[in-house]
Each structure stands twice: as structure tokens, then as C-alpha cells.
T-cell receptor, first 112, second 112 residues
């Protein structure tokens, strides 16, 4: 069974620090990876996608992908209380029905 | 503006009653999905459809039914056979999954 694993947290970081969220996946055929942010009581919102090994930066967010080790991470620099949310990692195998496999999410708490 | 719309936002169901959750998208996406999310839990796939007039069961399809008569619409019926329907229901759509899923704002269903 294809799995995407995340530590459920909560991950607590002080305001202004770097938050590091990690995700591992079991399907070596996964080619595309996504990070969603979900505020309490709201729907998930896509914040980052990454398709090749290395880093991808977008503002305060950096996604990192290492296909050899089968892990994906999301770094949030200068964390703000408004970043407090659950972050979902998802993996896509284009050759397996174009279905995303979601991790269970990591709850991030940024303390002022 | 393109998007995916779920209605109603809140829904109350009496014991033994069928209810239908609406999901409409104007993104011209081929694929649509229904997820259930229980408090503090991850996303569980109920049904998905990758093309009009075709749909497949997900991991927790029992007690639910869907139809896909139009590309834009993918309604979910929660039947009386679903014994524990209280949850947050999320509809999503995608253009082959390559760019991730777009989620609707969700419907919160409560049994009264």
C-alpha cells in the first residue's frame, strides 16, 4: 500500500524561527509532491509543489525533495503565528491513475 | 473567477435520512473527488471520478453514493446506511492531478 508518513505533532516553534516539516513516502514511482496548509475548520490550500530533486523557494517557504531517500520537507522561515495550521504532504504517481496520496498532516504551532 | 463550490456549508441530518452534498466546479477539471475528514484526522477518500459518467469507490465508500452526469458536478449522497456520518466533507478537483488538487470550502455534516 502506498503511504505518505508525517509526524502528527504538534510542532511548536517560537515566532521568527524556522519551522521544518518532514514527510516520507513509500511509492518510488511518485514523481510530484505537494504541500497543503489547512487552518482549523477550513479546507486545504495548496502552498507548494515540487517535481525535481533539490530546493524550491517561494517567499518564506522552501520545499525540498530527495527522491533517493524518499523524503520531502517544507521549511517556513520567519515563522508567524498566522502560520499555525496543519500541513499536509501529498505525493502523485503519474503512472498510477493520477491520484494523490495524502499524509496525515503535521500540526504546527507558532508561539508569539 | 474559477473555483470549486460546495453547498451547503452546514448540514444537519436526522437519523435514517438521506442527504445530498453539492459540489460544482468551473475549472474545466476532468477529475473530481470526495473526502471525509474527522476531527484531528487526515483525509479519507470516499469516491472519485476521472471522467463523466464514470466513478470509482475509494477507501470508505460504504453508505455513500455519487453521480457524475456533468463534468462540472459531482454530488455526494450520504445514505441512511452510513451509521456515523458526522464529519467534514471535502470535494476536490484536478486537471489530471499533475498540478495537485483544488479543494472546495467543505460541508460540515452533523447528525441530530
Amino acid at each position: 500500500q502506498k503511504e505518505v508518513e508525517q509526524n502528527s505533532g504538534p510542532l511548536s516553534v517560537p515566532e521568527g524561527a524556522i519551522a521544518s516539516l518532514n514527510c516520507t513516502y513509500s511509492d518510488r514511482g511518485s514523481q510530484s509532491f505537494f504541500w497543503y496548509r489547512q487552518y482549523s475548520g477550513k479546507s486545504p490550500e495548496l502552498i507548494m509543489s515540487i517535481y525535481s530533486n533539490g530546493d524550491k523557494e517561494d517567499g518564506r517557504f522552501t520545499a525540498q525533495l530527495n527522491k533517493a531517500s524518499q523524503y520531502v520537507s517544507l521549511l517556513i522561515r520567519d515563522s508567524q503565528p498566522s502560520d499555525s495550521a496543519t500541513y499536509l504532504c501529498a505525493a502523485l504517481n503519474n503512472n498510477a491513475g493520477n491520484m494523490l496520496t495524502f499524509g496525515g498532516g503535521t500540526r504546527l504551532m507558532v508561539k508569539p | 473567477d474559477g473555483g470549486i463550490t460546495q453547498s451547503p456549508k452546514y448540514l444537519f441530518r436526522k437519523e435514517g435520512q438521506n442527504v445530498t452534498l453539492s459540489c460544482e466546479q468551473n475549472l474545466n477539471h476532468d477529475a473530481m473527488y470526495w473526502y471525509r475528514q474527522d476531527p484531528g484526522q487526515g483525509l479519507r477518500l470516499i469516491y472519485y471520478s476521472q471522467i463523466v459518467n464514470d466513478f470509482q469507490k475509494g477507501d470508505i465508500a460504504e453508505g455513500y453514493s455519487v453521480s457524475r452526469e456533468k463534468k462540472e458536478s459531482f454530488p455526494l449522497t450520504v445514505t441512511s446506511a452510513q451509521k456515523n456520518p458526522t464529519a467534514f466533507y471535502l470535494c476536490a478537483s484536478s486537471f489530471s492531478g499533475q498540478y495537485g488538487y483544488t479543494f472546495g470550502s467543505g460541508t460540515r455534516l452533523t447528525v441530530v
